[in-house]
């Protein structure tokens, strides 16, 4: 059977010169004003004041698995009674995106990548390789696995004042967590990280003894329902709410605090996770949608880019909680997929903060791989001091690969391909296209399918 993909059917050229009001600064995070509103803030929350109304047809009719790339060159989905949408979604990007994924013959994959001053949805894709298409990016049916790390570490941040260099000896823990690892024990505990280190290396012992110690379950679960966990995430098509389960006993709770089960996540999800962190703790609105045209081609309904949402952190918490995300490219799980066997970035002078999540169903033999994160997350330098040095716009991606035994790639290499697509189309020095050759399939011992990886 032939695979079927979300995409956009012609290539043109990127262009994301899209006005909008944020808290966003290019390349780097946003810091607000801790005494109110920042003037940009402030902006942000005026322009959603002044939001238009409601379009004049639902958008629950929206197909995004029906996307096509109209005369013009703009990608179109249709609505009831013949109306039509225009979204943001960028068809260039969304061909190169759905080509990676056919490449490597993922069983299942979606790829949501947003601009994060305007929330602007530029890839919006799904892939199912056998079986009918379906649209990937609003189910929330995956575990969230050691993304949920993000939520962890910011309630650490926000209500325990625990930084990134807070020091940590560990031991056990890569595979499973039992009650004798939570036990902090010298004589075993002979390695050591800092908080952002054991983020960027995803050691669960490390979040699950702090989660004990640190916080009270009713401030990772306040954490975790600010970042979205629990409800729908507002967005031009109904998106599965992300599960929150913490167990009762201190076991399941320190589990789930690390990454093992109890949480699921869509990647729009994700991906608006890692724009809030991007935007300095205050979330924007993702958006689909650009516009409502009726039968004849004319305009109904525009809607609003740039919308900020309830602040979710302060300031200084999402720049925290940034450093420890920078350390899973760096030199943490992330390392390899985004630097090339003698060390070389495949992004030179862009810098990328990220998080995976690895958990396996073995029941169901599905191997679940996650890629969140934002780039650039400190300020773009140039490779060559004779290259230009534009800024290129910030972006946030969230990246979903479900496997079977027997693979080829994980989220991160597929959100490495997506983002070098982004910033070669951006014009950046030294970043080149993907080569769309698939790679040979791997096959992982059977305990790495059977447990978590911490990853």
């Known amino acids: ?16 010169g899209i006005a909008g009001v ?3 600064r290019r390349g780097r995070t946003a810091v607000a004003d801790t005494d109110g509103l920042s003037p940009l803030a402030a902006k942000a929350r005026a322009a959603a004041e002044a939001t238009p109304p409601p379009p004049p047809v639902s958008l629950a009719s929206l197909d995004p698995t029906k996307i096509s ?18 979204l943001t979604v960028d068809p260039s990007l969304q061909k190169v995106t759905t080509a990676v994924m056919r490449t490597h013959h993922i069983p299942e994959a979606s790829v949501v990548l947003m601009d994060v001053e305007t929330g602007n949805v530029l890839v919006y894709a799904s892939h199912v390789e056998k079986g009918p298409a379906r649209d990937l990016c609003v189910e929330a049916t995956a575990p969230a696995a050691s993304v949920f790390k993000v939520v962890t570490g910011s309630a650490l941040v926000e209500t325990a004042g625990v930084t990134p260099d807070r020091k940590e000896c560990f031991s056990g823990g890569e595979q499973r967590l039992t009650e004798l690892d939570l036990q902090r024990d010298p004589k075993r505990d002979r390695w050591c990280t800092t908080l952002a ?7 669960n012992t490390v979040f699950a003894r702090l989660a004990l110690e640190k916080l009270p379950r009713p401030a990772l679960e306040e954490t975790a329902r600010g970042l979205g966990f629990g409800s729908a995430i507002a967005f031009d098509v ?4 992300s599960k929150l389960a913490f167990p009762d006993d201190s076991l399941g709770y320190a589990r ?9 996540l869509s990647p729009v999800h994700a991906a608006w996770l890692s724009a809030t962190m991007a935007r300095g703790g205050e979330p924007v609105r993702p958006r689909l949608v650009s516009e409502v045209l009726d039968e004849s081609g004319k305009s109904m309904w525009t809607s609003p880019s740039g919308v900020a949402q309830k602040r979710a952190l302060r300031a200084e918490t999402a720049q925290a909680v940034t450093t420890m995300m920078d350390s899973t490219v760096s030199d943490g799980t992330s390392y390899r997929a985004f630097h090339d066997p003698k060390g070389g970035s495949f992004l030179p002078g862009i810098a990328v903060a990220g998080k995976t999540g690895t958990l396996t169903d073995s029941a169901r033999k599905r191997f679940y791989t996650w890629f969140t994160g934002f780039a650039p997350s400190r300020p773009y330098v140039a490779p060559d001091a004779s290259a230009a040095a534009t800024p290129p716009r910030q972006v946030a991606i969230g990246v979903l690969v479900v496997n ?21 189309e951006q014009k950046v020095p030294s970043v080149t296209l993907p080569q769309l050759r698939a790679s040979q399939p791997s096959t992982t011992p059977g305990t790495k399918h059977r447990r978590h990886r911490g990853s």
């Open 238 to 241: 109904p998106v599965q709410p």
């Open 197 to 203: 280190g054991a983020m960027g290396r995803s050691i």
């Open 22 to 24: 944020s808290l966003s």
């Open 404 to 424: 079977e035994p027997t693979w080829s790639v994980k989220a991160n290499v597929l959100a490495r391909e997506v983002l070098r697509a982004y910033f070669a």
């Open 256 to 264: 789930t605090a690390a990454g093992f089960w109890n949480t699921s």
């Open 69 to 86: 790339t109209s005369a013009e060159g703009v990608a179109v989905a249709p609505l009831e009674g013949k109306r039509t949408a225009k």
């Open 1 to 16: 059977m032939r695979p079927r993909t979300l995409a956009v059917g012609v290539a043109i050229p990127l262009a994301l």
